[in-house]
């Protein structure tokens, strides 16, 4: 079976300190990963979704940045956060067999001051 | 645009008592996916079920039902006797079938409070 894991689970950091968000996912391959952010009025906007390595799609321009390196990796970086970026990190998969189901990971709280 | 409203933003209930979450979308597409996930205390968004735009056929799993309506653009979630454990955040969403990257738009999510 699927799992994704992301960490960490909890952070915090000063402002204009770097981000490194981790997600990586088993059990399947070649998936679609989705980052998303849920701030504290609960929505949840999408951030980045990659559809291959190294392949990495922008849906918000803002002060973070994504990558793949490899297959079942995502990462979320940003060079200086700032206040804005506090929130609840969420990172999603969804196959290639064209289910459209998205699955989340347990989270990311990243608070910034 | 795809769009969907929740337009409850907080709902209370007592243990036991039936509740209704609903979900009203708009789409300009012919197919599309449906989906409503629960968000407990801890985080985790947790798939409970995706209903494709040609099934309208209403689904029931245990205490949780979905009602389907096309001619509405609606799909509202009951949950029969609820529990303390169904408190949670309840988001509905749609994707638009066939794209490369099947993106979801999310509903600004109900908070469901059971108390005992």
């Known amino acids: 079976s699927q799992t994704i894991h992301q960490w960490p689970a909890t952070l915090v950091q000063p402002v204009g300190s770097p981000l490194s968000l981790e997600c990586t996912v088993e059990?399947?391959?070649?998936?679609?990963l989705y980052w998303y952010r849920q701030a504290a009025g609960r929505g949840l906007q999408l951030l980045f979704y990659?559809?291959?390595?190294?392949?990495i799609s922008s849906e918000v321009p803002q002060n973070l940045s994504a990558s793949r390196p490899q297959d079942r990796q995502f990462i979320l970086s940003s060079k200086k956060l700032l206040l804005s970026d506090s929130g609840f990190y969420l990172c999603a998969w969804r196959g290639i067999v064209a289910t459209d189901t998205q699955y989340f990971g347990p989270g990311t709280r990243l608070t910034v001051l | 645009a795809q769009k969907v409203t929740q337009a409850q933003t907080e709902i209370s209930v007592v243990e036991k008592e039936d509740v209704t979450l609903d979900c009203v979308y708009e789409?300009?597409?012919?197919?599309?996916?449906l989906f409503w996930y629960k968000q407990p205390p801890s985080g985790e968004l947790v798939f409970l079920i995706r209903?494709?735009?040609?099934?309208?056929q209403n689904e029931i799993s245990g205490r949780y039902s979905w009602n389907f309506q096309k001619s509405t653009s609606s799909f509202n979630f009951t949950i029969t006797a609820s529990q303390v454990v169904d408190s949670a955040v309840y988001f509905c969403?749609?994707?638009?079938?066939?794209?490369?990257?099947?993106?979801?738009?999310f509903g600004q999510g109900t908070i469901l409070t059971v108390h005992p």
């Open positions: 990659s559809v291959g390595i190294g392949q």
């Open positions: 209903r494709n735009s040609f099934d309208e």
């Open positions: 969403a749609l994707s638009e079938r066939g794209t490369s990257y099947g993106k979801l738009t």
């Open positions: 789409t300009r597409d012919t197919t599309y996916y």
């Open positions: 059990g399947t391959s070649n998936p679609n």
